[in-house]
Nanobody, 125 residues
């Protein structure tokens, strides 16, 4: 069983920045961030391969968010810049225990085995 613990959420003004962290209790392979706004379904935000060399982003955050990882610390990060009110949501970290290759990335909700409890991000206008 792998536990994921997110941190770094908060309240910022539109245009501001936040950095989310997700620490895993054990070794994980591909990881990702998803988010869920009130009344909406959980949606994909960004994913990173086991190697850390391959990343993939939702169109809505491309160019503003950056996902990265430190495998030695079993930690993944999400740097969020130029935040918009529509980025307001609970952000969830997800981890997958298997990977087709070191450079595989996964964007589907059901592809992930473990989830964190979420951290609230609010960007006020």
């Amino acid at each position: 069983q792998v536990q994921l613990a997110e941190s770094g959420g908060g309240l910022v003004q539109a245009g501001g920045s936040l950095r989310l962290s997700c620490a895993a209790s054990g070794r994980t392979y591909p990881m990702a961030w998803f988010r869920q706004a009130p009344g909406k379904e959980r949606e994909f935000v960004a994913a990173i391969s086991w190697s850390g060399d391959i990343t993939y982003y939702a169109d809505s955050v491309k160019g503003r968010f950056t996902i990265s990882r430190e495998n030695g610390k079993n930690t993944v990060y999400l740097q969020m810049n130029s935040l918009k009110p529509e980025d307001t949501a609970v952000y969830y970290c997800a981890a997958r225990l298997r990977s087709s290759s070191r450079n595989s990335v996964y964007t589907a909700y059901h592809a992930y085995d473990y989830w964190g409890q979420g951290t609230q991000v609010t960007a006020s206008s």
